[in-house]
């Protein structure tokens, strides 16, 4: 059964930096690219990063994130993927939500599969 797990979710202050980790499991995952959403409390769900899963140095952000945040694949632990996040703001405050897609998900139409989620607070 194919499942996205995040962790390294927390509380930080603003300027701080955390780094949240995806891990994906299940026999099919290993063909889709990977992706981190966010949704605030009273918002939509948002994309803030995704990258290619054939060619790791293809990677798309939210132009809210762009030079703060990093995605990257783990190339020691397989089918992970990690979102550096660094000068974190409190508008960053979300649960933050792993996700795959066929083709690299830059909104959620393009999202196959959902994470359940981990929680990122940006304290002032």
């Known amino acids: 059964q194919e499942q996205l797990v995040e962790s390294g979710g927390g509380l930080v202050q603003a300027g701080g930096s955390l780094r949240l980790s995806c891990v994906a499991s299940?026999?099919?995952?290993?063909?889709?690219?990977m992706a981190w959403f966010r949704q605030a409390p009273g918002k939509e769900r948002e994309f803030v990063a995704s990258?290619?899963?054939?060619?790791?140095?293809?990677?798309?952000y939210a132009d809210s994130v762009k030079g703060r945040f990093t995605i990257s694949s783990d190339k020691n632990v397989k089918n992970t993927v990690n979102l550096q996040m660094d000068s974190l703001k409190p508008e960053d405050t979300a649960v933050y939500y792993c996700?795959?897609?066929?083709?690299?998900?830059?909104?959620?139409?393009?999202?196959?599969?959902w994470g359940k989620g981990t929680l990122v607070t940006v304290s002032s």
């Open positions: 299940g026999r099919t995952l290993g063909r889709f690219s």
């Open positions: 990258i290619n899963r054939f060619s790791s140095t293809l990677t798309y």
């Open positions: 996700a795959a897609g066929l083709s690299v998900p830059k909104d959620t139409s393009g999202v196959d599969y």
